[in-house]
T-cell receptor, first 113, second 114 residues
Framework: GNSVTQMEGPVTLSEEAFLTINCTYTATGYPSLFWYVQYPGEGLQLLLKATKADDKGSNKGFEATYRKETTSFHLEKGSVQVSDSAVYFCALSFSGGYQKVTFGTGTKLQVIP | DTEVTQTPKHLVMGMTNKKSLKCEQHMGHRAMYWYKQKAKKPPELMFVYSYEKLSINESVPSRFSPECPNSSLLNLHLHALQPEDSALYLC?????????????FGPGTRLTVL
């Protein structure tokens, strides 16, 4: 079956530090890949997505590149802010049929001033 | 308007109660979803409605009963729940339900079953 593996959290960084959250996937075929973010007490929001190999998704300073050869979609940001503190979910889904999203377990990020 | 609204925000119910969760979107999306999220876990898909028809039921117990009265509304009727059903219930919608769609999530209803 399909699965998404994320690095364990929580991740604690100082403000302006560089962020990497690793995400790898196992899937038959070529899924679309997503990063969703969940701020405390809220639902999930799409952060960025990529629908084919070598695509780079970017938003709000975050980036991730769809790497087919390593089945990875690592999230990066050059300089984190306290407001980036949240839980980040990597996810995949396929274009055929009804959309069933497979989520990773989530990585909690805490940014301290 | 990219908002999905959910009511109520919080709900406490006994095991013999009947209650309903409501979800609404006005983005013209034709696919709507119910998820259950336990603490420190990812969301688990429960149901998918596509064009107002139930297209996915992830083997959810019958004490959860979804309803899609029209393309903007999605309800989840609850009856005879168990304490282990306590969780955050998230509603989401997407343009047409295909795999490349972005899902837009509501803030959730936090349910406590006593």
């Amino acid at each position: 079956g399909n699965s998404v593996t994320q690095m364990e959290g929580p991740v604690t960084l100082s403000e302006e530090a560089f962020l990497t959250i690793n995400c790898t996937y196992t899937a038959t075929g070529y899924p679309s890949l997503f990063w969703y973010v969940q701020y405390p007490g809220e639902g999930l929001q799409l952060l960025l997505k990529a629908t084919k190999a070598d695509d780079k998704g970017s938003n709000k300073g975050f980036e991730a590149t769809y790497r087919k050869e390593t089945t990875s979609f690592h999230l990066e940001k050059g300089s984190v802010q306290v407001s980036d503190s949240a839980v980040y979910f990597c996810a995949l889904s396929f274009s055929g049929g009804y959309q069933k999203v497979t989520f990773g377990t989530g990585t909690k990020l805490q940014v301290i001033p | 308007d990219t908002e999905v609204t959910q009511t109520p925000k919080h709900l406490v119910m006994g095991m013999t109660n009947k209650k309903s969760l409501k979800c609404e979107q006005h983005m013209g999306h034709r696919a709507m979803y119910w998820y259950k999220q336990k603490a420190k876990k990812p969301p688990e898909l429960m149901f998918v409605y596509s064009y107002e028809k139930l297209s996915i039921n992830e083997s959810v117990p019958s004490r959860f009963s979804p309803e899609c009265p029209n393309s903007s509304l999605l309800n989840l009727h609850l009856h005879a729940l168990q304490p282990e059903d306590s969780a955050l219930y998230l509603c989401a919608s997407s343009q047409s339900g295909t795999g490349t769609d972005t899902q837009y999530f509501g803030p959730g209803t936090r349910l406590t079953v006593l």
